[in-house]
DNA sequence: ATGAAAGCGCTAACAC
DNA sequence: GTGTTAGCGCTTTCAT
């Protein structure tokens, strides 16, 4: 096998890259030596310590993780699948994420995938670089794919989503409570005629939102509520807010799937029909992104705590990653419904919580 | 080297992966078949490939891609920088890269850098995995650790950030005389009191903004120009604002570095200070994100048009990869000036371009 | 504590 | 076109 057989460019500054052996070489020891080196925990003597380290730092030597993974056949490598962020709240999620995986000695694999379309084709992609996890930010896969992942030994974590096989673990807000939340608050407030603009039909979070949402409100015989589709996405709610408002029997209190979508509605109401939010009109939105609290929206939200539920992936993960039997679960993280000038306050429930206002309602809202 | 001496967990089912071994024997044909099957170009006779996607299929073999990089030495992955997200034009920009990257075959590994932290020992972890070129958003690397990556012969990419050496290619908006253009534009609408609010202090990009914008205003003997930092941060902006609307003589135009710091100077402008932009005062952004256009804030902004950005950096690194000579080239894509409520409007040199106005000077601005 | 040797799963000559 | 063979750079027994 001779290397030489390559002509070699004049000039050409692409050596190989130095090699544990070259070190070795260099520090006159083995090459197991320098392996150790750079094995935590190994037992190597100071002096081979030094003088390999000598010789790495002269070489400008870097551990081949590739051939390192190979072997140990862990690639300290975690595959995340974020869709489009045009929605801030998995910018921030992937934000916090990232930060957390690095604390932890990982790095993140991404993958951008098209919030609608399946991700199975793409993260079929990721399996062959071998990643320790995945974690999927909003977005599911398909069953089948769970299956060959638990097969694989391959923990997967989602993230604001949830499958309804239940086989991958799942950390999500509390859709379910959160929405009954808005709708009791949004009653309090004595709103009579209600609107739910939805995110992506079918989607977990959506229909958790859209189920405690609409529970609550025909317990409690409001009838008639308009619905329309957002999809998450800032053209389609815009057109969904602006077709609500155009009714004849416009609502008084809008409920959108998500913060992003709220506050689409709020330009909308404002700019396009004169409407000021929390006098003519009431909108809750669901997540509390940075923005909602700026003093331009205002937007009552019931919040998603980002960084505790990212500790709790990554509680999960490590659980997982250690080996032990990898058991589903669910987690399910508490918000708060954040009181801000986009909505009618209601007379009572109302409390100061560090630094601003949150509504709880008398008694927890029953279950149905 | 008894695989069996570890003990066997009751009903473990982390198999071994299938290999191209496992493969070839099920298909009756040698291991370097399998592995030419998933080699594009490589010769196979119809009746082996279909015999060899067979038993893949049944075995649910996926090459792996940490062997295959090990001995081809190229990973297929491109380690990315950014700094948080806080930034939604940072966002897209991953966005739009990851995305352009996958079409041209090459995976993504984030790194999330503190944005003022130096970024070099994360990324001293990077080079471990054999990233096979790195792009750096609107983060620097240390001029030493450049000149190591081009001695490797990998190629860096800054995106929307230069470096002082010159040693790395870099894609940036037309930071000079776009600043120097919302400088003629706020002239030609008649202020007197201008105020700068910066970025981070000694970045490339708040560099040329404040100097394009500086030098054309002190040409025009234009004095006393207020200048705040607000380090691209939502918090340090809003300070930064607030203190310049709270002076005696308020400037009655004030240019944000980029258009996040420029949408909180609208929020502070209007719910702190009851002032309305556009009327009493002039508010001037810089990239042109997806919200500067929404209603509410209708921010006039010198935009950045990411996706040609992003063909730019997918450019160079293409050239760079297939192994060309390594010339570091510094692109610069001109933008707009995107003309919206936030400031006043000059009688002249408006236009309609697409779906906005765009100004134009009545001659280019002159050079320094 | 250290070195020798055997691979990890794959690609790339090379012979046939 | 196909099988054989020699590694890619590292970790990990196993002897010493």
């Known amino acids: ?11 050409d500054l692409a050596h190989r890259p130095t090699t544990a052996h070259d070190v070795a070489r260099l520090a006159g020891v083995s090459q197991s030596a320098v392996s150790r080196v750079y094995t935590p925990g190994a037992s190597v003597s100071p002096e081979t310590r030094i003088k390999v380290m000598e010789a790495a730092k002269r070489l400008g030597y870097r551990p081949n993780q590739v051939a390192r993974s190979l072997i140990t056949r862990r690639s300290n490598i975690v595959g995340v699948a974020v869709p489009g962020t045009e929605n801030p709240f998995y910018s921030a999620a992937l934000d916090a994420l990232s930060i957390a995986l690095a604390r932890i000695g990982y790095r993140v694999l991404l993958f951008s995938v098209d919030a609608i379309a399946g991700s199975d084709p793409i993260l079929e992609e990721v399996l062959r670089y071998r990643v320790d996890a995945l974690v999927l930010i909003s977005t599911s896969l398909s069953s089948h794919f769970a299956d060959e992942c638990m097969q694989l030994g391959l923990p997967v974590v989602l993230f604001n989503r949830k499958t309804d096989s239940g086989l991958a673990s799942s950390v999500t ?28 039909e079918h989607s977990s979070t959506n229909r958790d939102r859209e189920a405690g949402f609409l529970s609550y409100l025909s317990a409690r015989k409001v009838r008639h509520i308009e619905r329309r589709v957002g999809n998450y996405s800032t053209t389609a709610a815009e057109a969904a807010v602006r077709s609500l408002l155009e009714l004849e029997k416009q609502p008084d209190a809008i409920f959108c799937a998500n913060d992003h979508m709220a506050l689409v509605a709020l330009n909308v109401a404002q700019v396009g029909f004169g409407l000021q939010p929390g006098r003519d009109i009431s909108i809750v939105g669901f997540d509390n992104i940075d923005m909602a609290g700026w003093p331009l929206f205002g937007l009552t939200t019931y919040s998603q705590p980002i960084q505790t539920m990212i500790d709790q992936v990554i509680g999960i993960l490590e659980r997982q990653l250690s080996g032990e039997a990898a058991v589903a679960l669910q987690q399910v993280t ?19 919580s560090g630094k601003g206002w949150v509504w709880r309602p008398r008694t927890e809202p029953a279950v149905f």
Not at 3 to 8: A, E, Q
Not at 176 to 199: E, P, Q, S, Y
């Open 1 to 11: 096998m001779g290397r030489k057989s390559r002509v070699t460019v004049i000039g």
């Open 173 to 200: 807000g509390d859709n379910l409570n959160g929405a009954r939340m808005i709708a009791a608050f949004l009653l309090a407030g004595g709103h009579k005629r209600f609107a739910f603009v939805a995110g992506v």
């Open 334 to 352: 508490q918000g708060e419904l954040i009181v801000r000038a986009s909505a009618r306050k209601p007379k009572t429930g109302l409390s100061q």
